[in-house]
């Protein structure tokens, strides 16, 4: 009995020894045939793609995304060129800014030949001002003295307008009322004053020239006259036009220093 019981325990041994052989050994066998087909680090990926980055054709079968978000290129790039082509704006806006920045600069520098003429003014800033937006390149005294008179007509009929204004303005006592009409009328008196002047440059009538200038100074200095003594929200007797008259007084004189430099 006891030659039975031993003769069955190692048919059992024997059993279980085998069964266990036939379920190790294949695993065994397995990861051996993994590592000798695995490819090596070294090798090229061209010959011998690495798993860990298969084609695009491994799942044939899967449904494509869109190319917005099949892509990530496509996310990663977009804002990069959205980022340059706001900088080329930026950097395009500038360089035009800057240009025109530039322009005006060189735009607001009086040439060198209008301060030529100009330094021979008793107020040479006042007629570069004057003559530097409207100058078109001809050096000649009479085409000088034509811009000038035009501008100095042009502040003249500004003038009036402000005249105007001030004449009607409610609770205006009658005696300023009456000197800002009859400033109105002196400064209509040096406008045609003015235009007799630039009349004579035609036939380069020097002489004229400068009496026409010089009635026109006259003029805007009796504005002031009917002012005096009238009593005035700035400053009792003191014209609320003096400001305005000496500019205009200031900028016929400097027309006329350059009419008496003709030879």
Request: proline residues 9%; glycine residues 6%.
């Amino acid at each position: 009995m006891e030659n039975q019981i031993l003769l069955l325990f190692s048919l059992f041994s024997l059993i279980f020894f085998n069964s266990a052989n036939s379920v190790c050994v294949p695993r065994n066998l397995s990861d051996l045939d993994v590592f000798d087909h695995t490819p090596s680090t070294s090798s090229s990926p061209k010959s011998n793609p690495l798993p860990s980055q298969p084609s695009q054709n491994s799942f044939p079968s899967s449904p494509q995304p869109s190319p917005a978000a099949a892509d990530p290129s496509h996310t990663s790039e977009q804002p990069g060129f959205i980022a340059g082509a706001v900088k080329d704006s930026i950097n395009g806006i500038l360089g035009a800014v800057g240009s025109a920045v530039g322009g005006m600069a060189a735009g607001a520098s009086p040439r060198p030949e209008i301060q030529k003429i100009c330094e021979k003014t008793d107020y040479p800033l006042l007629c570069t001002s004057a003559l530097n937006p409207v100058f078109n390149g001809n050096t000649d005294p009479l085409n000088v003295i034509e811009l000038l008179i035009k501008s100095a007509s042009q502040q003249t009929k500004s003038a009036q307008g402000t005249l105007s204004q001030k004449a009607s303005a409610p609770g205006l006592d009658q005696k300023t009322a009456a000197a800002y009409a009859d400033c109105k009328d002196i400064y209509d008196e040096a406008l045609d004053n003015l235009q007799e002047a630039l009349d004579a440059i035609a036939s380069k009538d020097i002489p004229t020239i400068q009496t026409m200038l010089s009635a026109a100074i006259s003029d805007f200095s009796s504005c002031d006259d009917g002012f005096t003594g009238q009593p005035d929200p700035d400053a009792k007797g003191v014209s609320p036009m003096a400001a305005t008259g000496e500019n205009l007084m200031n900028m016929v004189d400097n027309i006329l220093a350059i009419a008496n430099a003709i030879p």
